[in-house]
């Protein structure tokens, strides 16, 4: 699923999760036939690579002016990622109790539907249909 590799990585190697989460974590990955602690072994950080490339590589990173089109991707495409995330969190973590019978719970889906209210017009829109049409229509 997008963005699961993501949140796995973040639920075993971010301070903020709690270390009940992340042997959870260990333990469904461990149950899936996966060497959890080479799998740890074989992450590279974002510093790591940009050092690699500035460095050995003679890379650098040229900054562009994005246009507004490119910025309302961008932040199209990030909150995408983010509510992705949330649902993936959601999952796992409702699967990990359920299979170690803390909660009762038969087959599920997480929906995850933000929405944004325009105070002037009272009208709501899903998050990413605002954004992609350029903003609520009683602005426009």
């Known amino acids: 699923m997008e963005g699961e590799v993501e949140n796995t990585y973040r639920l075993l190697t971010d301070e903020t999760v709690s270390s009940g989460i992340q042997i959870e974590t260990e333990n469904s990955l461990a149950r899936d036939g996966i060497d959890v602690e080479q799998l740890k072994?074989?992450?590279?950080?974002?510093q790591a690579i940009y050092t690699y490339l500035t460095k050995y590589r003679e890379v650098?990173?040229?900054s562009k002016v994005d246009n507004t089109k490119t910025q309302i991707e961008k932040g199209t495409n990030t909150i995408r990622r983010l509510q992705n995330r949330v649902v993936a969190v959601a999952e796992t973590t409702l699967t990990n109790l359920r299979n170690t019978d803390r909660i009762e719970l038969a087959d599920f889906e997480v929906i995850?539907?933000?929405?944004?209210?325009?105070?002037?017009?009272?009208?709501?829109y899903p998050i990413v249909e605002l954004l992609e049409m350029g903003g609520c229509d009683c602005m426009m």
């Open 41 to 46: 072994k074989d992450f590279v950080s974002h």
């Open 60 to 62: 650098s990173h040229k």
């Open 112 to 124: 995850n539907d933000v929405r944004v209210v325009c105070n002037e017009c009272g009208q709501s």
